[in-house]
């Protein structure tokens, strides 16, 4: 298995890879599908039960899994985490061949604030604040094939999570103008990427408003999506097995229903 991680210049981030090589046992393996794991944390930590436990089940599953460890604190300030999932997108993309994966299928997956930047990386893809980064890279390298919502944050507005954004913002006092910068149910057009979403009624750190703006924001751009909300459960289930110490039977199916939708998308479905 392929084990290391990467240091994506010119950020501070890092990846690291779970993958396997495109021999295995002598034989060749078909190109995976790729996953970037964003684990949440509020942009003030990273959130470890949300990182290598949802990565190893999509491992499991035959996919090529990478964990995106972006900054945070004063280091999620002026875009950092978005211009660093995008160019964790774009390195999957470039090296595709190295990981046996197939570029046409790069997915973004993430819990609370990393559904945030899962979504901003689907949303925000032409965004001119990531020229910086990508230069000359092909327009698009970086934009998902679909994104993975656990539980995400979207929304600056009434029904926000005030800290995740405060925290991109740089200040705790942000103004309706810099938080609008990150509602990103504002900024859902016709190119914004596919989606997963769940969410849980009983979710009172992040409510499900954030889950059903973005699903309406998608409706109205056309955008197709599969959106789940269980009854029960607290934020920050991660997997919602014993494993990440919150057991629930009813909601653990949100994993197997996030896999077949993975697999079942086809490149067609994008535009």
Not at 246 to 260: D, G, K, V, Y
Request: charge should be negative.
């Amino acid at each position: 298995m392929i084990l290391e991680k990467i240091q994506l210049a010119p950020t501070e981030a890092t990846l690291t890879a779970l993958c396997y090589p495109p021999f295995f046992n002598s034989m060749q393996i078909t190109p995976r599908r790729a996953v970037i794991i964003c684990p949440g944390g509020g942009y003030g930590f990273l959130a470890e039960r949300e990182a290598d436990p949802i990565a190893v089940s999509f491992l499991a599953a035959g996919f090529a899994t990478f964990i995106l460890n972006y900054t945070v604190k004063k280091g999620a300030e002026n875009y950092a985490p978005l211009k660093q999932v995008a160019l964790a997108v774009k390195y999957v993309r470039e090296h595709a061949e190295e990981y046996n994966i197939d570029p046409a299928y790069v997915f973004t997956c993430g819990s609370s604030a990393g559904g945030h930047l899962a979504a901003s990386a689907g949303v925000l893809w032409n965004s001119p604040v990531l020229d910086e980064v990508l230069g000359d890279a092909p327009k698009g390298i970086n934009r998902p094939t679909g994104m993975i919502l656990c539980y995400p944050v979207i929304t600056a507005g009434e029904w926000t999570n005030k800290t995740t954004i405060a925290n991109l913002c740089g200040t705790k006092e942000f103004t309706k103008e810099e938080g609008d910068r990150f509602s990103l149910e504002l900024h859902v057009n016709d190119t914004t990427c596919p989606a997963f979403i769940w969410h849980t009624f009983a979710d009172t750190t992040v409510p499900v408003q954030n889950s059903i703006l973005m699903a309406d924001a998608m409706t109205n751009a056309k955008v197709p999506f599969e959106l789940h909300i269980f009854p029960e459960g607290k934020h920050g289930l991660s997997t919602c097995t014993e494993l990440v110490g919150t057991p629930l039977p009813h909601n653990e199916c949100w994993m197997e229903l996030a896999i077949r939708w993975v697999k079942d998308l086809t490149v067609t479905q994008e535009s």
